[in-house]
């Protein structure tokens, strides 16, 4: 009975099982692996998909830029040296009229106006503790004319540093130096260039800081602020300026356009942003801001989110953007509809107010291009715009100023805003008119371009023509 229980035959069965069940845990570990091998490999595909997906969006946009031959560069030029000597000599021009013996500046926007410190090559001057300042005063012709006199003022172990600078200047430049235990404000009013004036006026600009301001009035000096024809010198462009701010405004707005090509839904914000950076890049024009708002986003004007949101259908894209180019700023925006929302609009978009706010927004563009003529106020022209948004019933809805000067600075005086009446438009001036309606929690819309105040008539685009419709940016 017992062996009955335990027959021999029944050993092989057990082994066999023995040796299948190790094989099963051999066969699981291998479909596990393998499994594991298939997803990482799926995951890298998708990855890889998601990378092309972007790689072919910056593809487009770049190839649909460079179709167009950047032909918008060829009236930028970068400064020479007769530009700058211009410039100076124009404002000692401005110094004699206004009554003001010299202009001072230190390492800045305006330093580079009249000094070209935009070179890349240069080891930054930084702002510090001890003043370096350029001052141009007015030098008198035999023949009556007036050019200008530039000194710097600079520590005496920088010197040699100020000259390696190779700013534009036709012959080795003047400097007055001090030593570190000197008062370098005494040191300057002591300097022979003043002659016989006990308190010489000087006038400094909004970039000098307080405290040399204040040593400079303790000083011996009389120091006051920007104004007058001094401040007109930067506001009035030069051909040469018009020529690069052309192109540099032209070369942004049309980057846009070569963009909005190439949107596709659920892509981001940010998405955005890094493409249309990149593709300003391959025409050499550098980015230094990029506003980019989908939807209600945009109700916001300057952004403030993170750059997550994703482009659905209905919504309106709002972009604002600025590059530079030697030296020089671009400030452009544009409000409109990306590729795959055909015209006309499928109705359950339910978006007719959107499309009667974009048209309400670029008549009102276009008023304040008719009001921006010679002798008229910066506050006309504001107004001007202000009152077709008003009686579209959105007055409130414009928040902020019409526009601003702009040139090395995207943003410079004057300022078109309704309370501006001191300031008088000349020609050669340089606005952007960039009227808006915010809808918090819904919508915005604006439009910039930038205008050149012309002789006679309304002023001139040099942006690259204003938008036509929301699918004509």
Same mark, same amino acid.
Request: glycine letters at 8%; charged letters at 25%.
């Given at each position: 009975?017992?062996?009955?229980?335990?027959?021999?035959?029944?050993?092989?069965?057990?082994?066999?099982?023995?040796?299948?069940?190790?094989?099963?845990?051999?066969?699981?570990?291998?479909?596990?692996?393998?499994?594991?091998?298939?997803?990482?490999?799926?995951?890298?595909?998708?990855?890889?998909?998601?990378?092309?997906?972007?790689?072919?969006?910056?593809?487009?946009? *770049?190839?649909?830029?460079?179709?167009?031959?950047?032909?918008?560069?060829?009236?930028?030029?970068?400064?020479?040296?007769?530009?700058?000597?211009?410039?100076?000599?124009?404002? $000692?021009?401005?110094?004699?009229?206004?009554?003001?013996?010299?202009?001072?500046?230190?390492?800045?926007?305006?330093?580079?106006?009249?000094?070209?410190?935009?070179?890349? &090559?240069? #080891? $930054?001057?930084?702002?510090?503790?001890?003043?370096?300042?350029?001052?141009?005063?007015?030098?008198?012709?035999?023949?009556?004319?007036?050019?200008?006199?530039?000194?710097?003022?600079?520590?005496?172990?920088? =010197?040699?540093?100020?000259?390696?600078?190779?700013?534009?200047? =036709?012959?080795?430049?003047?400097?007055?130096?001090?030593? =570190?235990?000197? &008062?370098?404000?005494?040191?300057?009013?002591?300097?022979?260039?003043? #002659?016989?004036?006990?308190?010489?006026?000087?006038?400094?600009?909004? @970039?000098?800081?307080?405290?040399?301001?204040?040593?400079?009035?303790?000083?011996?000096?009389?120091?006051?602020?920007?104004?007058?024809?001094?401040?007109?010198?930067?506001?009035?462009?030069?051909?040469?300026?018009?020529?690069?701010?052309?192109?540099?405004?032209?070369?942004?707005? #049309?980057? *846009?356009? $070569?963009?909005?090509?190439?949107?596709?839904?659920?892509?981001?914000?940010? @998405?955005?942003?890094?493409?249309?950076?990149?593709?300003?890049?391959?025409?050499?024009?550098?980015?230094?801001?990029?506003?980019? @708002?989908?939807?209600?986003?945009?109700?916001?004007?300057? /952004?403030?989110?993170?750059?997550?949101?994703?482009?659905?259908?209905?919504?309106?894209?709002?972009?604002?953007?600025?590059?530079?180019?030697?030296?020089?700023?671009?400030?452009?925006?544009?409000?409109?509809?990306?590729?795959?929302?055909?015209?006309?609009?499928?109705?359950?978009?339910?978006?007719?107010?959107?499309?009667?706010?974009?048209?309400?927004?670029?008549?009102?563009?276009?008023?304040?291009?008719?009001?921006?003529?010679?002798?008229?106020?910066?506050?006309?022209?504001?107004?001007?715009?202000? $009152?077709?948004?008003?009686?579209?019933?959105?007055?409130?809805?414009?928040?902020?100023?019409?526009?601003?000067?702009?040139?090395?600075?995207?943003? #410079?005086?004057?300022?078109?805003?309704?309370?501006?009446? /001191?300031?008088?438009?000349?020609?050669?001036?340089?606005?952007?008119?960039?009227?808006?309606?915010?809808?918090?929690?819904?919508?915005?819309?604006?439009?910039?371009?930038?205008?050149?105040?012309?002789?006679?008539?309304?002023?001139?685009?040099?942006?690259?023509?204003?938008?036509?419709?929301?699918? =004509?940016?």
């Amino acid at each position: 009975m017992k062996e009955a229980l335990l027959p021999y035959t029944l050993a092989k069965p057990l082994k066999f099982q023995k040796l299948g069940s190790r094989r099963k845990t051999q066969f699981g570990i291998l479909v596990t692996f393998t499994f594991l091998i298939w997803l990482w490999n799926y995951t890298k595909s998708f990855s890889n998909i998601l990378l092309s997906k972007k790689a072919r969006f910056q593809k487009c946009s *770049i190839d649909n830029y460079l179709s167009t031959g950047l032909k918008f560069l060829e009236t930028a030029e970068r400064p020479p040296l007769e530009e700058y000597v211009l410039r100076r000599n124009n404002l $000692a021009k401005a110094l004699v009229v206004d009554g003001v013996d010299a202009f001072v500046v230190e390492p800045g926007y305006t330093f580079s106006y009249y000094a070209n410190i935009t070179q890349r &090559d240069w #080891e $930054a001057w930084e702002e510090q503790e001890r003043p370096f300042l350029m001052v141009i005063r007015p030098s008198k012709l035999l023949d009556g004319t007036f050019i200008a006199n530039t000194s710097f003022l600079v520590p005496h172990f920088e =010197e040699m540093r100020a000259r390696l600078l190779n700013m534009p200047f =036709e012959e080795e430049i003047s400097t007055i130096t001090y030593e =570190e235990h000197w &008062d370098p404000y005494t040191t300057l009013w002591e300097s022979p260039i003043w #002659e016989e004036k006990l308190s010489p006026i000087l006038m400094v600009d909004e @970039e000098m800081r307080d405290f040399i301001a204040r040593g400079l009035g303790s000083n011996g000096f009389t120091v006051v602020g920007l104004s007058g024809e001094i401040e007109a010198v930067r506001q009035i462009k030069t051909e040469r300026e018009l020529g690069t701010l052309r192109a540099l405004n032209t070369g942004t707005v #049309e980057a *846009i356009r $070569a963009m909005r090509k190439c949107l596709y839904q659920r892509v981001t914000e940010n @998405e955005v942003v890094e493409v249309l950076d990149n593709t300003l890049r391959t025409a050499g024009l550098e980015p230094f801001f990029n506003i980019v @708002e989908f939807g209600k986003q945009a109700a916001l004007p300057h /952004g403030g989110n993170d750059g997550t949101a994703t482009l659905e259908p209905g919504d309106f894209v709002l972009i604002d953007v600025g590059a530079h180019l030697y030296g020089y700023s671009s400030d452009v925006c544009r409000t409109f509809y990306p590729p795959f929302v055909s015209e006309p609009l499928p109705p359950e978009l339910n978006i007719t107010e959107k499309l009667s706010v974009w048209h309400l927004v670029l008549d009102a563009q276009a008023a304040s291009v008719k009001a921006m003529v010679p002798n008229s106020t910066a506050a006309a022209v504001d107004l001007a715009a202000r $009152a077709v948004i008003e009686a579209g019933g959105y007055g409130k809805w414009f928040t902020h100023r019409l526009g601003h000067g702009i040139g090395i600075k995207a943003h #410079e005086s004057p300022y078109l805003n309704r309370g501006n009446f /001191g300031a008088i438009l000349r020609p050669g001036m340089v606005f952007t008119s960039e009227p808006g309606v915010y809808i918090l929690n819904e919508f915005g819309v604006r439009h910039e371009d930038i205008l050149v105040v012309k002789e006679d008539g309304e002023a001139e685009n040099i942006s690259g023509g204003f938008a036509r419709s929301p699918w =004509e940016p």
